[in-house]
Nanobody
Framework: QVQLVESGGGLVQPGGSLRLSCEASGNIFSLKYMGWDLQAPGKERELVAA?????STNYADSVKGRFTSSTANTAVYLQMNSLKPEDAAVYYC???????????????WGQGTQLTVSS
């Protein structure tokens, strides 16, 4: 059993900062991928940040230079700076992992955390 728990969402003023956290727990043998998606109202889910290697992170053009994703063991973080109203969305962490050496990688998703950017 693997569980992802997100935290850190909330209301922030334009120009403000917020940090999202996502912690994976349970039977974790190895991690393959960690990242963040967002889903704004009425829109499809889209990629925000994708950590594909020790020094390789891809960001959506809309957040480059403002958002930074990092990892620590089985946790992934999203530091969001210079927030804009259009950043408002539900943010989901995504971790691909193997529960055992004999198993194939599998995608897990956090429960989602709401970011509201408003004055």
């Amino acid at each position: 059993q693997v569980q992802l728990v997100e935290s850190g969402g909330g209301l922030v003023q334009p120009g403000g900062s917020l940090r999202l956290s996502c912690e994976a727990s349970g039977n974790i043998f190895s991690l393959k991928y960690m990242g963040w998606d967002l889903q704004a109202p009425g829109k499809e889910r889209e990629l925000v940040a994708a950590i594909t290697g020790a020094r390789s992170t891809n960001y959506a053009d809309s957040v480059k230079g403002r958002f930074t994703s990092s990892t620590a063991n089985t946790a992934v973080y999203l530091q969001m700076n210079s927030l804009k109203p259009e950043d408002a969305a539900v943010y989901y962490c995504n971790i691909t992992l193997r529960r055992a050496w004999s198993e194939s990688p599998y995608d897990y998703w956090g429960q989602g955390t709401q970011l509201t950017v408003s004055s």
